[in-house]
């Protein structure tokens, strides 16, 4: 596939996908980098810091780097990864499921981090999707701005679309550091959430067999 084709791809399915709060501000990555990197030293300089340190000279730069290329770079339709589906010629009709997909977002009230796991399963119908590609899903929807709920939501809509089966699965169970570093400072607790359709939601033994495998636990 071109690069073309490929950005085309990238927005059928991303039309497919419940949306973040967004808009298009028109800005190049270069731009966004040049005016977070402005901004990032002037809440430095708000606290108190002193940007003529060596150590914390560079931060700002690094911050605006970090949020555009790494943490936030599910924004861009661009980086969704490129996903290959192939015939389901050996017709298999069971559950396939991937547990302990590293689950690293950052949450949007607070910009901390989301920490956990996912276990993703689907029941195949005419598709099947090379395993690792569930976890680039999962990476690339973690790298927005997040709620956990919506998170769970997205990968699910992707999922479905992709495979062309209503039977998807979606479990992610994660300690949220907004909760953990600030407000009640509970080190402990972990958040789950699902998107249970087709089989797994309404066929009792589907869904306990998925929810068997699901990771509940640090
Ligand atoms: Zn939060």
Redesign the pocket.
């Known amino acids: 596939m071109s690069s073309n084709e490929s950005e085309k791809k990238a927005l059928e399915i991303l039309n497919h996908v419940r949306t973040s709060p967004t808009f298009d501000n028109k800005l190049s990555n270069d731009q966004k980098i040049e005016k977070i990197k402005s901004h990032f030293a002037e809440i430095m300089t708000v606290l108190g810091l002193d940007l003529t340190d060596d150590s914390l000279s560079e931060t700002p730069k690094r911050m605006a780097k970090m949020y555009v290329n790494e943490v936030f770079s599910g924004l861009d339709h661009k980086n969704f990864p490129k996903i290959t589906v192939i015939e389901n010629k050996m017709q298999y009709d069971q559950m396939v499921c991937v547990q302990n997909i590293e689950v690293m977002s950052t ?1 949007e ?2 910009f ?1 981090p989301i920490d956990g796991f996912a276990t993703i399963a689907y029941i195949p119908n005419q598709k099947v999707i090379g395993l690792s590609k569930l976890n680039r899903i999962v990476d690339y929807f973690c790298r927005r701005p997040q709620v956990q709920e919506r998170l769970t939501k997205q990968i699910a809509d992707c999922l479905e679309y992709i495979l062309e089966t209503k039977h998807v699965g979606v479990h992610i169970n994660a300690k ?1 550091y ?2 953990i570093s600030r407000g009640i400072q509970d080190t402990h607790s972990t958040t789950t959430t699902s998107d249970l359709r087709g089989d797994f939601k309404a066929k009792s033994e589907t869904r306990i067999e998925f929810l068997k495998q699901c990771r509940t636990q640090f």
């Open positions: 949450c009230h607070h901390q949220h907004c909760v």
